[in-house]
C-alpha cells in the first residue's frame, strides 16, 4: 500500500495520495491551493493515474484544486452533499472576514463530474475499500475516510484520514458557517472514540497521529471520553 502527502501552499493543508501500491491508480485527497506542481510530481515519482478525488469537506484550503485534477483526468470528485454547494461557491462557507481575504481573488471554478458520500457506504476505488463516516461539527458535511492499513508504511489495521474532523492534539474549528460545537462533540463520540487504538490518523492539517495517541492527550477527546463540559471552540488552524 502506497500513502504520500504533502502540506499545500496555503494553509498547510495536507494533500494525499492513496494506492495498493506504486504503478496502480490512486485517489487523491483534499487537493487545496497551489498543489499541482507537487501533487504531479509525486504521481510520475510513484507511476500513479488519479481514478478520483475525495474530499473531506468542501472549505477552499481543501477544494481548490479538484477541477483542474479532476478536469485533466476526466475523474469524479466525491463530497458530502453537506457540503455539495460550497464547490459552486466557496464562500458559502466562509466567514465575511475571509469572504473578502478570498472574495474573486483566486480564479476557482466547479468540477465537471461530482458525486455525492453517503454516511456508512463503502467506496471501491482504484482497488481500495474506503468506508465513509459523516462526521458534522467543523463542517455540514465533514467526512472521514476509513481504509485497511494492511501494507501501510505504518502496518496499521486501518487508517483514517480525518480532514479537519481531528488533528494531533486539536479538532477542527466549529465557528464557520455550517460549524456546530454540539455536532462536533456528537462526531467525536460516535465516530473517532469508537476507532480502534492502533488507528493511524492522517489530518487535514499537521502531524500523522493515532487514535489511541489522541484518546489519551487530546484534551477534546479526554473531555468527551469523561462527558466532561465542553471545551470552547478549538483555535484555528486551516480554514
Known amino acids: 500500500m502506497l500513502v504520500a502527502g504533502f502540506p499545500a501552499d496555503a494553509f498547510g493543508t495536507n494533500c494525499y495520495v492513496v494506492a495498493t501500491a506504486p504503478g496502480e491508480q490512486c485517489v487523491v485527497v483534499d487537493p487545496g491551493i497551489g498543489v499541482l506542481d507537487q501533487l504531479d510530481a509525486l504521481l510520475a515519482e510513484h507511476r500513479l493515474h488519479p481514478a478520483a478525488v475525495l474530499l473531506t469537506h468542501g472549505h477552499i484550503d481543501h477544494t481548490f484544486s479538484v477541477a483542474p485534477v479532476c478536469g485533466a483526468r476526466g475523474i469524479t470528485a466525491y463530497v458530502h452533499p453537506g457540503d455539495r454547494e460550497m464547490l459552486a461557491d466557496p464562500t458559502k462557507g466562509l466567514s465575511a472576514e475571509l469572504t473578502?481575504?478570498?472574495?474573486?481573488?483566486?480564479?476557482?471554478?466547479?468540477p465537471d463530474d461530482v458525486a455525492e458520500l453517503t454516511d456508512g457506504a463503502t467506496l471501491t476505488l482504484a482497488g481500495l475499500e474506503i468506508t465513509v463516516d459523516h462526521a458534522p461539527g467543523h463542517t455540514g458535511g465533514s467526512v472521514l475516510f476509513r481504509m485497511p492499513g494492511a501494507g501501510s508504511p505504518w502496518e496499521a489495521d486501518e487508517i483514517c484520514l480525518s480532514g479537519d474532523v481531528l488533528f494531533a492534539?486539536?479538532?477542527?474549528?466549529?465557528?464557520?458557517?455550517?460549524?456546530?460545537?454540539?455536532?462536533?462533540?456528537?462526531?467525536?463520540?460516535?465516530?473517532?472514540?469508537?476507532?480502534?487504538?492502533?488507528?493511524?490518523?492522517?489530518?487535514?492539517?499537521?502531524?500523522t497521529t493515532t487514535i489511541g495517541r489522541e484518546r489519551a492527550t487530546n484534551p477534546y477527546l479526554v473531555e468527551v471520553a469523561e462527558s466532561g463540559p465542553a471545551r470552547p471552540a478549538a483555535p484555528s488552524r486551516g480554514l
Do not use: C, N, Q
Open 169 to 207: 492534539g486539536s479538532i477542527g474549528r466549529t465557528d464557520l458557517p455550517g460549524g456546530s460545537m454540539p455536532a462536533m462533540l456528537t462526531s467525536l463520540r460516535d465516530k473517532i472514540l469508537p476507532l480502534a487504538d492502533d488507528t493511524v490518523v492522517l489530518p487535514g492539517h499537521g502531524p
Open 100 to 110: 473578502a481575504l478570498f472574495g474573486g481573488r483566486l480564479p476557482y471554478s466547479e
